[in-house]
């Protein structure tokens, strides 16, 4: 006898109707605007900047080199500069003293040294405050303009010649400026030349012999 008879008839359960759910109701959608509709998506990145364009963004901070000289307020750019501005306003004078920073703290205490010509003068300031400042601030910007100066087509440097005088190396003088959005645009186009070289290269199927009965 199976374990189903000795239970007796069951009675069957009642089936509980599935009900769904009751959603909200749907609010209506504003009306689209007029004229041209939004694009979809990130905005197009704006062009990289020039090399030039963001070194002339940078914040500029340039030393000062102050003349020491007791009395004198003078900032000047750089240490030419600087010594152009000693030799021609303070050592031009008939007294031929250094008042220069520590000279001029020792001569209030004792009688100052007077040397003989402005030559000594101009060889002692060199030597003994123009030199130790330039330890410490350097040399400073140069403007002579002389990099800056485009070569003409004829001034065309020897290192860029063989023995006999003809141009072998090209020159980046009039090269252009390859800017980050180019760059990665040419760098993307080589990619996929080199996919599409690898694809057109033969198969090793088509390399292997064929084998005649």
Not at 17 to 38: A, H, I, M, Y
Not at 45 to 58: D, E, G, M, T
Not at 75 to 84: A, F, G, M, P, S
Not at 100 to 109: I, L, P, R, V, Y
């Amino acid at each position: 006898m199976s374990y189903a008879s000795l239970r007796g008839p069951v009675s069957p359960k009642p089936v509980k109707e599935r009900t769904g759910r009751v959603g909200r109701p749907s609010k209506p959608k504003p009306p689209l605007p007029l004229g041209n509709p939004k694009r979809r998506g990130r905005p197009p990145k704006a062009p990289s900047p020039l090399p030039w364009q963001v070194y002339r963004s940078l914040p500029t901070s340039f030393t000062a080199f102050l003349c020491e000289w007791s009395g004198c307020k003078a900032e000047l750019h750089n240490l030419d500069t600087l010594r152009r501005h000693v030799s021609v306003v303070h050592c031009r004078k008939a007294s031929l003293i250094c008042c220069w920073g520590k000279c001029a703290q020792s001569s209030q205490t004792s009688a100052p040294y007077q040397f003989p010509n402005v030559p000594s003068l101009r060889a002692h300031i060199e030597k003994k405050h123009l030199i130790p400042f330039s330890w410490h601030t350097g040399d400073g910007p140069r403007n002579y303009g002389a990099p800056n100066q485009r070569l003409k087509d004829e001034e065309i440097p020897d290192y860029l010649k063989d023995d006999q005088g003809n141009q072998v190396t090209p020159s980046i003088r009039d090269q252009e400026v390859e800017d980050f959005a180019t760059w990665k645009h040419n760098r993307q186009k080589l990619k996929d030349l080199l996919v599409q070289l690898n694809d057109n290269l033969p198969s090793e199927e088509s390399d292997s012999p064929i084998d005649e009965d």
